[in-house]
């Protein structure tokens, strides 16, 4: 209820780049073959959940920059509540472009299938959190803002490019694909696509759902801890190990997936998709 | 902890790398009292200030608040705090009314929104964004907020600086109407006007230590009653001249000004009077002031509030 009332301060997010990525993502790769939007809408909504990396960051160290954290902190709100309050925002504001996406591929583009629904909601709604966490968590460590658009840039290339979501996974040289399984974003991409093309359901992808969870709730935690009002107060070092610490269970995770995982082998057969049956019939407009 | 003030502080000192903001800062405020920290910019007082909200930690020494430690009692002490931070700001999009509404959201005991607005001529701007406000409504909010938890303690850090005259005494009768409310109020400033006027005990600060408490007819009693008299004419003057006149205790110049220091006042303007016809030389003004909070800053330090 306090939580709803604070979110007030947040409500100021657009819904242009993710749409504008699915236009044209959409026109340039898709071509009006409708048996390619469901892959290319799960890049997009990928995309679109990626984006809470850089707005929750950007916003927390302005916040903090115009002493209106100060504020905040003379008052009885305790870090986590901040964050959470922030997070849960953005969550909203975040729906609401994941159903105008859907709603243009199934009417403007002629997607045939919604994907397995459920799937992509639990997908979305971790990614989200966990992109935006880990977004805090740049804020957290940096000190200007331009600390932070410098990291989030290097941090947001990685994801973008080597994720699957914008250059198809199987395409990328085999040592790229080697270090992107150890990414977040990978598991994102690939669950969505899963999710849209498969039509998995959540219980066939816990490999996913649970590298997300544990995503969220460490870069949470770890962003929770390093939480500063204060723009005088500067980072202090422990924080860089703190924020090192977040990475952690990806190292295990990727480990895990380069020897076990079927990632991969779903990745390439997703791929195809977007040309099978249909792609000798080109459909000309 | 029968008749214990209601904001102490002990000794504090504070410093941020090699700069002493705070060395030995000590007083206490009673309840329903108005207590001012007077001094210039760098004088310590938003750091006092700030260690009692909460915001920052001393180095050492102790503050306590209606018996309760800013640093280590979380949400209780808060509950009983309001404060008008110096340097802070709200997010440009957010509305008058729901910054009310979303900071009253955070405490169980709290003021309607509509009272506030009313009481701080914020009605007609109820609905206005924070980024269209003028500065004098910006502080005006900023009090509000003070007071959403309706509070025992208020602090108001520098509460009209950068604001026009006018707009400065629509704060003023807002924090004496506090003062009816016996809220215990502690309040920053670098004007004397502001000390004189609203507080009941003043503490004069500089370079990190109070240098004089008292109430303000106290200080200027214990400042010996020098009056000053400030004094312009056609030629300049040399100082040891004037300096040497009847009653004077001390002469300094201030642009075309010179200021006299007088402990007999009527016997000094004959001798200054009879010093200029001697000179050739002719007043161009006058004015004779009883000691101001102003002089006795100057005196206790040797520099103006202002500099």
């Known amino acids: ?285 | 902890m029968l008749n214990a003030a209601t904001i102490e502080v002990e000794n504090l000192a504070k410093r941020y790398g090699d700069v002493e903001a705070l060395r030995g800062v000590s007083f206490s405020v009673n309840e329903g009292e108005v207590f001012g920290l007077l001094g210039p910019n760098g004088a310590g007082k938003t750091s006092t200030v700030e260690i009692l909200e909460g915001l920052r930690t001393p180095d050492s020494g102790r503050v306590s608040v209606c018996g309760l430690d800013p640093q280590t009692s979380g949400v209780e002490f808060k509950y009983i705090i309001g404060a008008a931070l110096q340097s802070t700001a709200l997010p440009d999009k957010m509305r008058v009314r729901e910054a009310l509404e979303l900071f009253g959201s955070f405490y169980p005991r709290r003021r309607g929104t509509v009272e506030l607005m009313k009481r701080f001529g914020l009605e007609e701007k109820r609905n206005a964004f924070y980024s269209q406000l003028s500065g004098g409504q910006k502080q005006r909010l900023a009090l509000a907020m003070a007071l959403v938890n309706d509070p025992r303690v208020v602090f108001l850090d520098e509460p009209t600086a950068g604001l026009d005259p006018q707009v400065r005494r629509e704060i003023y009768d807002i924090i004496e109407e506090l003062k009816k409310e016996k809220k215990t109020i502690l309040l920053t400033t670098h004007y004397i006007e502001e000390a004189e006027k609203l507080c009941d005990r003043v503490a004069i600060v500089d370079h990190g230590k109070v240098i004089a408490e008292g109430t303000p007819r106290e200080l200027k009693q214990r400042s010996g009653a020098v009056t000053r008299i400030t004094v312009r004419m056609t030629k300049p003057e040399t100082n040891g001249a004037l300096n040497s006149l009847e009653g004077v205790t001390e002469c300094r110049t201030e642009a075309e000004d010179y200021l006299l220091y007088s402990t007999r006042v009527p016997r000094t303007i004959v001798a200054l009077v009879k010093h200029l016809e001697e000179q050739n030389n002719e007043l161009v003004s006058l004015e004779i002031s009883a000691p101001s909070l102003e002089d006795i800053f100057l005196e206790l330090t040797g520099r103006r509030l202002r500099d």
């Open chain 1, 1 to 285: 209820m306090r939580l709803a009332m604070r979110n007030r301060a947040f409500f100021f997010f657009s819904m242009i780049m993710p749409l504008a990525f699915l236009f044209s993502y959409m026109t340039l790769f898709g071509r009006g073959r409708a048996q390619a939007v469901p892959y290319l809408l799960a890049m997009v909504l990928a995309l679109t959940v990626m984006g809470s990396f850089w707005g929750l960051s950007v916003q927390l160290v302005t916040f903090r920059e115009q002493g209106i954290l100060r504020r905040f902190r003379v008052a009885p709100v305790t870090a986590s509540a901040m964050l959470a309050s922030s997070l849960l925002s953005n969550y909203f504001l975040t729906l609401p472009t994941i159903a105008v996406e859907f709603f243009l591929c199934r009417f403007v583009f002629h997607m045939t299938g919604l994907g397995n629904l459920i799937s992509v909601f639990v997908l979305v709604t971790l990614g989200t959190v966990s992109f935006a966490s880990l977004g805090l968590i740049v804020a957290s460590v940096t000190n200007t803002m331009q600390e932070t658009q410098i990291i989030n840039q290097i941090i947001w290339f990685i994801f973008l490019f080597i994720s699957g979501a914008t250059i198809p996974f199987p395409l990328l040289p085999g040592a790229v694909q080697a270090v992107a399984v150890f990414l977040p974003a990978t598991y994102l991409v690939s669950g969505l696509q899963r999710a849209m093309i498969e039509h998995t359901g959540i219980a066939s992808l816990g490999m996913y759902i649970a590298s997300l969870m544990g995503c969220a709730l460490i870069a949470f935690l770890v962003a929770a801890q390093l939480f500063r009002w204060d723009p005088e107060t500067k980072a202090p070092r422990r924080a860089k190990l703190w924020a090192a610490a977040a990475i952690v269970p990806f190292l295990l995770l990727g480990a895990w997936e380069t020897l076990n995982g079927d990632l991969r082998a779903h990745a390439m057969k997703n791929l195809r998709s977007m040309r099978e049956p249909y792609s000798l019939e080109r459909i000309d407009h």
